[in-house]
């Protein structure tokens, strides 16, 4: 049967051809068309601006990951990380020996330190991870572990005098 209908559509299709369909044939389907029509514009729309605030989103991201400044190497890190718990661990001990005030006059000279590491940090993440301001970076930290050490050698030194006058006064 699908052979005869498509044999009589080939025979008759100059006839097919010329037929034209009326204005209200063509005005009934430019309605169904735009109804239908009416809802892909406005989600491609949507999706447009999806799209164009995702790329701003993206795009500002980026940019703000760019300001951070170079990251510092993991030895430096594993570096940096040592020092500053040693020398957490002497400003512990020699809090404990003093006395608030006495402890406060004890680390001026460190806490001038930290404010310059502080600085060269910002520095070093400026300059684009230049290895004079990372070499600076570590020097201060040795510094102030050098200064805190002698420090305690100078708590304990007085300690040691106050222990040897109470022994030769006791005898």
Known sequence: MGDQLEKFIMDNREAFDTATPTDKTWSKIDQRLTKKGSVWPSIWKVAAMLFMASTIFLMIDKNTDEKEGPILSEEFTQAEDYYVTLINQKRQAI??????????????????????????????????????????????????????????????????????????IEI
Do not use: C, G, W
């Not at 006395?99 to 004890?106: D, G, I, L, R, V």
């Open 95 to 168: 809090k404990s020996q003093l006395t608030p005030e006495q402890h406060e006059q004890f680390l001026v000279e460190i806490d001038q330190l930290d404010s310059m590491y502080v600085e060269l940090k910002k520095t070093y993440q400026t300059n684009a991870s230049n290895d004079r301001v990372m070499d600076a970076m570590i020097n201060n930290l040795q510094l102030r572990l050098d200064i805190l050490n002698k420090q305690l050698d100078i708590l304990e030194n007085i300690k040691n005098q106050n222990n040897e006058s109470d022994i030769s």
